[in-house]
């Protein structure tokens, strides 16, 4: 049995989830009307399922693969298992960007799949981080605790700002504003799948390019120093990947948190803390995770839906404090 084979569950779940995901909905679609479209014929449930819920589905596991893969190299690089893009404030930061862009028309320019969203939600993502790796390089050190309450206020401080916004937006806009807030994928087609690649799979490939060096890195600067890992490098090159991949997320998803918590650490229960496997187990966890919560949020109160980005703070929130509680 090779080490790569320890992914093929995940990837079977992975597999899994996107076989049945399309097919979940508040409308049947049926198989007939399906391959009659594939065949050349506009059929309504063809449209449904390749125009609405396919899209929808590649983009919650794109960016639940990212958010993961984000996880798992910040809880490497703080050596702290409650480090994410939204305990770090990362995601709130991409969130503020994001929403600047979309609530101000002055702001707002589209270049194909590219837009001022992606790049103001970059922009607050680096800031984010900016300000955590200067909290964590400070003279003499600072706990971890402290750099959680640093990303948590940060992410607070950016929520509080889009609330204050919000207050000026038009009534007619607000309910999509508000949809957006709560992360959702339910404006998802194929021009958001392609903005969320744009910035997303640069972020990945960062990321799972850094895996090997993450290792020694995991137990610690000195030892990885000994290594021959050039700690200051690796570190940029994590900040950069996960601030593209929060930032891909935020830009077309809204807030969504604790899939960078969830799939990290129950793809380390699988197949152990080996970062070569851990990162693309993420990848397939976290796909996997946020494409399932969001099927489960259409089907559950059908034909309305739950937000994506509701159902994954239910299942993280008890994790964070059960693993805050071991912490401590």
């Not at 851990?278 to 996997?288: N, T, Y």
Request: aromatic share 6%; net charge positive.
């Amino acid at each position: 049995m090779t080490k790569y084979a320890k992914i093929l569950p995940v990837l079977g779940l992975f597999l899994l989830i996107l076989a049945i995901s399309p097919w979940i909905g508040a409308e049947k679609v049926d198989w007939n009307a399906i391959r009659a479209f594939v065949a050349g014929e506009k059929t309504p449930d063809g449209l449904i399922f390749f125009q609405i819920r396919l899209p929808r589905v590649l983009l919650g596991l794109v960016a639940g693969g990212a958010l993961a893969m984000a996880g798992a190299a910040l809880q490497v690089m703080f050596r702290n298992p409650l480090a994410e893009p939204w305990t770090l404030g990362i995601a709130g930061g991409a969130s503020l960007g994001a929403f600047c862009a979309r609530v101000c028309p002055c702001l707002w320019m589209a270049l194909g799949p590219f837009n001022t969203s992606q790049a103001l939600a970059l922009l607050g993502a680096g800031a984010a981080v900016g300000l955590v790796l200067a909290l964590a390089r400070r003279p003499g050190g600072t706990g971890v605790q402290t750099l959680l309450l640093a990303g948590v206020t940060i992410g607070v401080v950016c929520g509080g700002i889009i609330m204050v916004a919000g207050g000026f937006i038009a009534p007619d806009k607000l309910a999509g504003f508000h949809r957006w807030l709560l992360g959702g994928l339910d404006a998802a087609d194929w021009r958001s799948v392609g903005a969320l690649a744009l910035l997303a799979v640069p972020g990945m490939i960062i990321l799972g390019a850094a895996a090997r060096d993450c290792n020694p890195l995991s137990l610690g600067e000195e030892m990885a120093a000994g290594q021959g890992v050039e700690v200051p490098l690796l570190r940029r090159r994590i900040a950069i990947g996960a601030g593209l991949a929060s930032a891909g997320v935020a830009a077309v998803a809204g807030p969504v948190g604790f899939i960078g918590l969830l799939a990290p650490h129950a793809v380390r229960r699988l197949i152990g803390p080996d970062m070569c496997l851990v990162m693309p187990g993420s990848f397939l966890m976290g796909g996997a995770l946020l494409a399932a919560c969001d099927a489960l949020g259409r089907w559950a109160a059908a034909p309305l839906e739950v937000p994506v980005g509701a159902l994954t703070a239910v299942l993280g929130g008890p994790l964070f404090l059960a693993l805050l509680a071991r912490q401590r």
